[in-house]
C-alpha cells in the first residue's frame, strides 16, 4: 500500500545561524512523497535531478531506529525550488520520513503510535545533519514545515517557544537564477551578526514578525554579500516586510492584497523568477494512507 505525504517549505523570519534562535513560518510550496514497500529493494526517484542521498538517508535512519528490514520504492514531486533559501531540505526529510513510517503502519509492520510528531520531526533533522545539507539542523526551518503556521524555536534544545498559525497573507518570493546551498555558506560572518540578530529575535518574540523578518533579512544580506536595495523595493513598493530567506538567494516579502501589483513590478527588474504563494498553517501532512 502506498503513502502519500505532502510537506511545505518554510520561509525565514530569523535565521538562527549566527545565535541558534530561529524563527519560520510555512508557505504554500511543497514536496510531496510516495512511499511503497517492496520485498527487497530500495529505489529513490527525485525531479528535476535533484540528489536523493538525503532521501536515502532518511529511510536508512527510520528502518535502522524501527529495526525494519524491507526493500522501499521513494518518489518525490517538488513544487519548491532547491538550494534557495525556502527549507527545500526540511520539507523533503520531514515527508520522506513521515511516508515511510506511515507505509510501515500500513502494512503492520510497527504499530499505531510508536512515533509521535516529536519523534518523526528530530528523526527528520538528524537525517539532514548526517546528510551535511544543514548547519544547525534547521529546527526552526524544519517545525515550520512540519506544524505549518510560524514557529519560534531555540535550536541547540530543539525547542519550541512558540508555534501557531499566522494570519493569511500574500507571500512574494524573487528567486535569482542562482542556488546558495545552506552548507557551503560562510558560519564566521554570520556569526558576526549575532547582537543584531538577537534584537530582530526579541522582536519576534514579542510578535512584532514583520519587524523581525525585515531587521534579519537586512543583516544576513549584508552577510552573505546579497543586495539588501531588492527587500527595500519591495518596502518601498508597499510590502509590510521584506528580506533574505535562509542564507539566500531568494528574498520573501509579505504583502497586503492591494500592494500586490506594486511589489511584483518593483521586483521584475531584477534576473530571475518571482513566485506568488501564500502562508501555510497547515503543515506536513499524510494526504494517502494507502
Known amino acids: 500500500m502506498k503513502a502519500i505525504v505532502r510537506s511545505p517549505g518554510s520561509a525565514t523570519v530569523i535565521n538562527a545561524i549566527s545565535t541558534g534562535c530561529g524563527s519560520a513560518f510555512g508557505i504554500d510550496l511543497h514536496v510531496t512523497v510516495k512511499a511503497s514497500l517492496k520485498p527487497s529493494k530500495?529505489?529513490?526517484?527525485?525531479?528535476?535531478?535533484?540528489?536523493?542521498?538525503?532521501?536515502?538517508?532518511?529511510?536508512?535512519?527510520?528502518l535502522k531506529k524501527l529495526k525494519v528490514d524491507t526493500g522501499i520504492e521513494i518518489k518525490t514531486t517538488s513544487t519548491l525550488p532547491v538550494?534557495?533559501?525556502?527549507?527545500?531540505?526540511?520539507?523533503?526529510s520531514n515527508a520522506?520520513?513521515?511516508?515511510?513510517?506511515?507505509a510501515l503502519l500500513n502494512e503492520g509492520l510497527?504499530?499505531?503510535?510508536?512515533?509521535?510528531?516529536?519523534?518523526?520531526l528530530n528523526l527528520a533533522i538528524d537525517a539532514s545533519l548526517k546528510a551535511g545539507v544543514t548547519i544547525t539542523g534547521a529546527f526552526d526551518d524544519a517545525s515550520a514545515s512540519?506544524?505549518?503556521?510560524?514557529?519560534?524555536?531555540?535550536?541547540?534544545?530543539?525547542?519550541?517557544?512558540?508555534?501557531?498559525?499566522?494570519?493569511e497573507q500574500n507571500i512574494l518570493i524573487y528567486m535569482p537564477n542562482k542556488k546558495s546551498p545552506?552548507?557551503?555558506?560562510?558560519?564566521?560572518?554570520?556569526?558576526?551578526?549575532?547582537?543584531?540578530?538577537?534584537?530582530?529575535f526579541q522582536e519576534a518574540l514579542k510578535g512584532n514578525i514583520y519587524q523581525a523578518l525585515t531587521l534579519n533579512g537586512i543583516l544576513y544580506?549584508?552577510?552573505?554579500?546579497?543586495?539588501?536595495?531588492?527587500?527595500?523595493?519591495?518596502?518601498e513598493a508597499g510590502a509590510k516586510a521584506a528580506g533574505l530567506s535562509g542564507t539566500g538567494p531568494s528574498?520573501?516579502?509579505?504583502?497586503?492584497?492591494?500592494?500586490?501589483?506594486?511589489?511584483?513590478?518593483?521586483?521584475?527588474?531584477?534576473?530571475?523568477?518571482?513566485?506568488?504563494?501564500?502562508?501555510?498553517?497547515?503543515?506536513?501532512?499524510?494526504?494517502?494512507?494507502?
Open 110 to 120: 510497527v504499530s499505531d503510535g510508536t512515533w509521535n510528531d516529536k519523534d518523526i
Open 96 to 102: 520522506v520520513v513521515l511516508a515511510t513510517y506511515q
Open 83 to 92: 538550494a534557495s533559501g525556502l527549507s527545500s531540505s526540511s520539507a523533503t
Open 251 to 290: 528574498f520573501v516579502a509579505i504583502v497586503p492584497d492591494e500592494k500586490l501589483d506594486d511589489v511584483q513590478e518593483a521586483w521584475s527588474i531584477y534576473p530571475g523568477k518571482l513566485i506568488s504563494t501564500k502562508v501555510d498553517n497547515v503543515g506536513t501532512k499524510v494526504v494517502n494512507h494507502g
Open 146 to 167: 512540519y506544524f505549518g503556521g510560524l514557529t519560534i524555536t531555540h535550536n541547540p534544545r530543539r525547542e519550541i517557544l512558540h508555534q501557531g498559525p499566522l494570519e
Open 182 to 200: 545552506t552548507a557551503q555558506s560562510d558560519v564566521s560572518r554570520m556569526k558576526l551578526l549575532a547582537p543584531w540578530v538577537k534584537l530582530a
Open 42 to 62: 530500495r529505489t529513490f526517484t527525485a525531479e528535476q535531478d535533484v540528489d536523493t542521498t538525503l532521501m536515502e538517508i532518511c529511510v536508512d535512519e527510520v
Open 221 to 235: 544580506s549584508a552577510a552573505l554579500n546579497f543586495d539588501a536595495e531588492i527587500a527595500l523595493n519591495a518596502l
